[in-house]
Antibody
Framework: EVQLVEAGGGLVQPGGSLRLSCAGS????????MDWVRQAPGKGLEWIAR??????????FYAASVNGRSTISRDDSQNLLHLQLNSLNTEDTAMYYC????????????WGQGILVTVSS | DIVMTQSPDSLAVSLGERATINCKSS????????????LAWYQQKARQPPKLLIY???TRESGVPDRFSGSGSGTDFTLTISSLQAEDVAVYYC?????????FGGGTKVEIK
């Protein structure tokens, strides 16, 4: 069974930083592109970051809303996906999901349960 | 960036009736190289993560009931629930995966009339 489990969320002050993690299991983690998608309270889905796999040189891609203040990374030896978020503001308050892209395609086949990040003073 | 626009924002349908959701992209999602449309549909029930329903605009994911179908090509797409069931109450999103940034439509909330 495929599982994606996020961790590292919580309450952060404006201007602060946070590192989210996602543990993958039940599939060949290293083969897949992985994404972070977030959802502000009561709002829609927003894709924010993607990392490719080793075959594609671990290329990374970001949404404009987080570009320059976030870093997506992966540790294939431990089946972990990370998202470092810096210079947080209240607009970053959201549920953050990690998602697996289907091998060779771009859509999100599986999603974690999400982790809540609240930016507030 | 490709902008995805869904309509309506919400709709109420009687049990057993048809529900139709539209999604329009700001540029064509049809690839000339493989003749595929890079469009997916997701269902999100309350307090749950999204679930993949449809990919390549019309291919149903394994395990998804056949009352869900996707159609369209280029810039105009439709998700149809042929006979609405109580468990279909959810918000539905379209997503393009033609390139990055991936973007989602604003969502359509489906309720029972």
């Amino acid at each position: 069974e495929v599982q994606l489990v996020e961790a590292g969320g919580g309450l952060v002050q404006p201007g602060g930083s946070l590192r989210l993690s996602c543990a993958g299991s039940g599939f060949s983690f290293s083969d897949h592109y992985m994404d972070w998608v977030r959802q502000a309270p009561g709002k829609g889905l927003e894709w924010i970051a993607r990392t490719s796999n080793k075959v594609n040189s671990y290329k990374t891609f970001y949404a404009a809303s987080v570009n320059g203040r976030s870093t997506i990374s992966r540790d294939d030896s431990q089946n972990l996906l990370h998202l470092q978020l810096n210079s947080l503001n209240t607009e970053d308050t959201a549920m953050y999901y990690c998602a697996r892209a289907r091998l060779g395609d771009g859509y999100n086949l599986d999603w974690g349960q999400g982790i809540l990040v609240t930016v507030s003073s | 960036d490709i902008v995805m626009t869904q309509s309506p924002d919400s709709l109420a349908v009687s049990l057993g009736e048809r529900a139709t959701i539209n999604c329009k992209s700001s540029q064509s999602l049809l690839s000339r190289s493989n003749s595929r449309n890079y469009l997916a549909w997701y269902q999100q029930k309350a307090r749950q993560p999204p679930k993949l329903l449809i990919y390549w605009a019309s291919t149903r994911e394994s395990g998804v009931p056949d009352r869900f179908s996707g159609s369209g090509s280029g810039t105009d797409f439709t998700l149809t629930i042929s006979s609405l069931q109580a468990e279909d109450v959810a918000v539905y999103y379209c997503q393009h995966y033609y390139d990055t940034p991936l973007t989602f439509g604003g969502g359509t909330k489906v309720e029972i009339k």
